[in-house]
């Protein structure tokens, strides 16, 4: 649990986290609320970069597997989520959660892969219920059961440059961006893999040059400089 302003959490790894069906808690890599019992602030003005989370057995309380998550963000607002890796049932569950609506986040050039066989509750790599200006702009994500990119409720909120991809075949479910990559294979290196680099992307993948400039994302999770091409990579 993460409060407070002008917090940075970066490059860390966590391997293979699971809950047993009917234990009680939920699990997040990152969790923020507004604490009014004990006096803890709101997360704000944050940054979250360069993580890799890897938890390829994804279950919890009572067989939901909807509640695991990288980043449960109830009430944060001001704050930049880019260059992660996350193979998860969940990505980012941006909410209230009964706190002030969260606002201004930015998610960049992550990548999020769930497991289509998980068809219980929301499946999103990124869920905003609400959440007023998001912007979320050159990820990739690659098989969520519901949709990959969900808006459900908010303002202001805006997503474009995603590469969405489902191994099956099927439609990605949510929308379908002016500049998204939709339905291509990304290619990565070795997908299924326990090590940052096997998301790398083959030099034949579609998410290469596919992006938009980002002030601000300068470089990628292993800190080359965007981009190296034409456009930088998703």
Known sequence: QVFGDHQTITGNYSYDWHQPAGTAPHI?????????????????NFVIENNF???????????????????????????????????AAHGLNINNSGTPT??????YNNTFIGNLTYTLGYQSAISVDPGNNITVKNNI??????????????????????CKYNTDGSNPGG?????????QNPLFVNLGGSNAADYKLQSNSPCRDAGTTISGVTDDYDGNSRPQGSAPDL
């Open 102 to 107: 969260p606002y201004n986040i930015e998610i």
């Open 53 to 87: 989370v890897y938890w390829p057995n994804m279950y919890n309380r009572a067989g939901m597997n909807d509640s695991i998550s990288f980043f449960m963000a109830a009430g944060a607002h001001d704050g930049v989520v880019k260059n992660n890796i996350v193979y």
């Open 175 to 183: 929308s379908h961006q002016t500049h998204d990559v939709w339905k």
């Open 28 to 44: 997040d890599f990152i969790q923020t609320y507004i604490d009014s019992v004990n006096g803890k602030l709101i997360l704000t």
């Open 141 to 162: 994500t690659q098989d969520y059961y519901y949709q990959h990119v969900s808006f459900r409720s908010g303002t202001g909120n805006t997503e474009d440059y995603s």
